[in-house]
Nanobody, 123 residues
Framework: QVQLVESGGGSVQAGGSLRLSCVAS????????LGWIRQAPGKEREGVAY???????SYADFAKGRFTISQDNAKNTVLLQMNSLKPEDTAMYYC?????????????????WGQGTQVTVST
């Protein structure tokens, strides 16, 4: 089983930046893909970005050019740098892991989830 713990959320004004961090437990061989997923009030969960063990990344269209996902394998950590934040980025952000990464994966493909960290962007 994988334990995932997020941190780094908070409140920021539009145009600001936040960096989210997720620490994954070491006692697993299934941490092949780590992703960030968000859920805004009244909306479904949507994928933000993911990174696989080789460092290959993928981003949702709304995240391209503004968000950067990266990982530190030595620290079992995945980061999400979010710049130029907009009010519509307000959501709970979750770190999740999946057995692998693939281009058509959906949020349902992630098997382990963290508790989430809240991001609020004000005008």
């Amino acid at each position: 089983q994988v334990q995932l713990v997020e941190s780094g959320g908070g409140s920021v004004q539009a145009g600001g930046s936040l960096r989210l961090s997720c620490v994954a437990s070491k006692n697993t061989n299934s941490r092949y893909c780590l992703g960030w997923i968000r859920q805004a009030p009244g909306k479904e969960r949507e994928g933000v970005a993911y990174v696989d063990r080789d460092g290959t990344t993928s981003y949702a269209d709304f995240a391209k050019g503004r968000f950067t996902i990266s990982q530190d394998n030595a620290k079992n950590t995945v980061l999400l740098q979010m710049n130029s934040l907009k009010p519509e980025d307000t959501a709970m952000y979750y770190c999740a892991s999946a057995p692998g990464c693939w281009a058509t994966m959906t949020t349902a493909d992630y098997t382990y989830w963290g508790q989430g960290t809240q991001v609020t962007v004000s005008t």
